[in-house]
């Protein structure tokens, strides 16, 4: 009891992981718990995130696959959130029932700051329909296709 009582009274804690009672400055700070900082220590911490990472390689790699194939979309996204910080973009109610609640759906990503206003049901519902604008997945230098061309 009376480790417990000293460990909350002063600036050491003790890790979770490998059991060493340390000082805060050892402990990535961690806001939202009582203490201030993450359970496990610094080296802990940074130890546990290379062998995460070690063992799920392939699924990080094929992560920043998808993220550069879909790169135009990405884009287009910072792009309308950046515009809405500015002042360049406000949001708009939902074009379908009024929601004050918005995304931003791009109809042509090659042209990211022109949007449609959908709330979130209306949204899916859109895309469950017409599916993914053509050129979501391209990285570079976006050819419509045949039939749109006439």
């Given at each position: 009891m009376q480790?417990?009582?000293?460990?909350?009274t002063t600036d050491e804690r003790r890790c979770c992981a490998c059991k060493e009672v340390k000082h805060k400055d050892f402990f990535t700070k961690q806001r939202d718990r009582a203490s201030g900082v993450h359970s496990k220590c610094k080296n802990c911490s940074r130890a546990?995130?290379?062998?995460?990472?070690?063992r799920n390689k392939e699924?990080?790699?094929k992560r920043g696959d998808a993220y550069a194939k879909n790169s135009?979309?990405?884009?287009?996204?910072?792009?309308?959130?950046?515009?809405?910080?500015i002042g360049k973009l406000i949001r708009q109610s939902c074009e379908k029932c009024?929601?004050?609640k918005t995304d931003a759906?791009?109809?042509?990503?090659?042209?990211?700051?022109?949007v449609r206003w959908l709330c979130r049901s209306h949204?899916?519902?859109?895309?469950?329909?017409?599916?993914?604008?053509?050129?979501?997945?391209?990285?570079?230098?976006?050819?419509?296709?045949?039939?749109?061309?006439?």
């Open positions: 480790q417990l009582e000293m460990l909350e546990y995130s290379r062998e995460h990472y070690r699924a990080y790699l135009v979309k990405t884009k287009a996204k910072k792009a309308v959130h950046y515009a809405l910080k009024g929601a004050v759906h791009h109809d042509d990503y090659a042209k990211p700051l022109e949204h899916i519902a859109w895309h469950a329909e017409f599916g993914e604008a053509p050129n979501a997945c391209t990285v570079r230098h976006w050819t419509p296709p045949q039939e749109q061309i006439l």
